[in-house]
């Protein structure tokens, strides 16, 4: 049964800022109309109105927000893992360009976006935001199966039209412009899938282009996603392709895709520095903080923590392919660990994150990117997860940080006993107490 | 049905060498009395004497060597994730110690290990290297749930004399080897169990309490696992507590407990200099690289390259609770992650590890320290685990190469058909096909 309004009795934890975990047991979590009306530690301290609404007792469960995913490949799910050992040109060549050049069938990308999409419901992400391929009607495929699948995303048709491969670099900036209209007047009417510019990445895309993406953007108040200071060899080529830029950041600046008036997105910032970060800091630019990534395809490790020191809006990004997972949880312990390495390596002034900062990047810290999201303070979207320790529990008590501690660390999908976005359960958890 | 004899059908990988893969499709692995007796691409390439032997069918699925874990750490299983945001000390402080100070409780012991042997017998891991803790009673009882779970492991009951709190610390030097010898007459009946002698590290250890340990090893001409070179304070601590001795290594040396006729893991070598490596070489000393317990407690990064060119013998190490996952496939992983960071933060001469070297140091470099095992070389011993790929297969054909690096990226225990070790299938995988 389907409620919009009632009430989750249960072990709840959630960020009230970066540093404050609330941890609230045996407690009382209320939603209505889609939206959470706060934590309540007594019933009777329920406010009158909700405490009529029906009462579903997840007691010695946990109730966690939902995570949000700011960055990942959509075409790329399919050969996660795969070349993981290769360098990144290596990689690319080998399996990034020539999959998603397989998206023009849109056949095969039924197939293979099924596939992911059915992955994202089962997880513990409820909120994601998608890189699709050049290819149109592949894009609005996926958006149909996201629509469809109770979580709420973002996916953007890319743009590239210089320095790509043949088989999937557009003609020209004025065809890709063009496509990108076609699919923005087809996708309008999707409530919880929208539509986000997606230029690849400052080399792939000529001044023609971005002018272009500039303009429908302000046609159509769109947010972007795109790719900033992934690694060394890429900030050197930028440089040379936008000598007049005075940082990478500013490449996009220029034609006013850099935050500002554009909720924008930039993923990695690996080697973002000062004058890049008072540019993102300046104009409310997010960074997706991708580590597992950053590894695998041997770009470095973020500076999280000076990023966050700067007051950064920031959030976690699975970025499947280059990052094989495409959980959360996977990305707040590689955040945590890669901190670790960063400072034991040679940035010692910078702290680890901890488990309260990580769990605040891969909940409210990316999920502000989709408005009140990411939390359970009063006002915000029902974005929930209902969980259960994972198995062997500790033969010993455990406080319930410590039980989120383990979660984070251990849970995989079948710990996930329901999961609610926007107050409505997310098809395949149907059953109350699986 | 258990046969000594049999044949397994199926899609076979196992190292022959550090770098070269063995992918054989459609083929036969043959066991005969508890070893392999080589892989045969048809039937009729299979000898004569053997062609009779039943044939399990598994057409379409894998079948590689089980894993072998050459360092974890039994009573820290039951806390691993828990406190993975403290620094080295702390955590030690507030985990590591209280919580191995209660295994003087063998109820807690039997509570505790019994989770951990269940959890070991459903992982992909056949050989496994452990420490204990200084209880005789509570090693006594690991090793016999270790003996009935099908697995063959080595088990350390561990001494320390000082520089360890009170609860842990045994008395004295003569206390400590007197319990070690009650511990040594009481399991030497195990087939598959088998004691390794386990001081702690030279920190906790005093010379005379090293000395006796010395004249226990020759006397049960026991192998030997301990610490080494895990981080930097530790370094200079050891330096400082003996300064006769040239390195870290050389601190054990000088007992005749490193290697040469004795044979030793050291677990981690994050910082082990030319000296030290040379040493290891010389004396036949196995590193076991555990790479994510050195992210987790801030050590830095193993030169496992490094330690490949100076031909050290080499294996992976969960490191529980320092690492928090059992399976070795995640060392793996995380052994190919970090080698490329190393690569990028500064090693720029190190080549990151490729999956065949991994798969290498995850089977038949760990593997070794048991003997001839980790391999389906004929002669080897039958260590073998029948695996589905993981799900959802991608939409286009894959090599068997790529579905093994999907299986060490993706999979886990449910992917997991049977488990042999020594030829005999370990319990809970009795179904020929799940």
Not at 147 to 154: D, H, I, N, Q, T
Not at 302 to 317: I, K, N, V, W
Not at 387 to 398: I, K, N, S, Y
């Amino acid at each position: 049964m389907e409620y919009r309004n009632f009430v989750l009795k249960g072990d709840i934890c959630y960020s009230k800022t970066l540093n404050s975990l609330v941890t609230a047991e045996n407690s009382f979590l209320v939603c209505t109309e889609g939206k959470s009306a706060g934590v309540f530690s007594q019933f009777s301290h329920i406010p009158l109105p909700y405490r009529q609404f029906p009462c579903i007792d997840y007691t010695g469960k946990l109730i966690i927000p939902g995570l949000v995913d700011l960055h990942m490949h959509a075409p790329q799910f399919a050969f996660r893992s795969l070349g993981m050992d290769m360098e990144l040109l290596e990689w690319l060549e080998t399996w990034a360009f020539p999959e998603e050049a397989k998206y023009q069938d849109t056949n095969y990308a039924l197939r293979s976006y099924r596939a992911l999409v059915e992955d994202l419901q089962q997880g513990p992400n409820t909120r994601i935001c998608l890189f699709g391929t050049v290819h149109v009607p592949a894009t609005l495929l996926l958006m149909d199966l996201l629509e469809k699948s109770g979580l709420v995303c973002m996916v953007g048709k890319v743009n590239m039209d210089r320095n790509s491969p043949d088989t999937l670099r557009e003609e020209d900036a004025a065809r890709s412009a063009a496509s990108t209209q076609v699919w923005l007047e087809q996708c309008g009417t999707y409530k919880n899938c929208k539509p986000i510019l997606t230029p690849r990445f400052i080399p792939s895309c000529t001044d023609e282009l971005m002018r272009r993406l500039s303009d429908l953007q302000q046609r159509y108040g769109l947010p972007l996603q795109s790719h900033l200071s992934e690694n060394l060899r890429e900030i050197a080529w930028v440089r040379e392709l936008c000598p007049e830029s005075s940082c990478y950041g500013d490449a996009y600046a220029r034609f006013d895709l850099f935050g500002d008036r554009v909720p924008t997105i930039m993923a990695h910032c690996v080697y973002s520095e000062s004058e890049e970060i008072a540019l993102m800091q300046r104009r409310g630019v997010y960074v997706a903080h991708c580590p597992q990534s950053n590894m695998n395809l041997a770009s470095g490790i973020a500076p999280a923590r000076r990023y966050l020191e700067a007051g950064l809006s920031m959030g976690l990004g699975s970025d499947v392919a280059g990052g094989v997972h495409t959980s959360i949880f996977r990305a707040m312990t590689d955040g945590m660990g890669v901190s670790k390495l960063r400072r034991c390596m040679g940035a010692c002034d910078e702290a680890p994150l901890t488990l309260e900062e990580v769990f605040f990047l891969g909940t409210q810290g990316g999920g502000s990117f989709f408005g009140p999201v990411g939390s359970f303070e009063a006002g915000y979207e029902f974005d929930a997860l209902v969980m259960e320790d994972p198995h062997p529990v500790p033969p010993f008590p455990l406080t319930l940080r410590e039980r989120l501690e383990r979660i984070v660390w251990c849970s995989d999908e079948r710990s996930i006993l329901r999961k609610y976005v926007r107050g409505i359960p997310v098809p395949g958890f149907s059953n109350p107490v699986r």
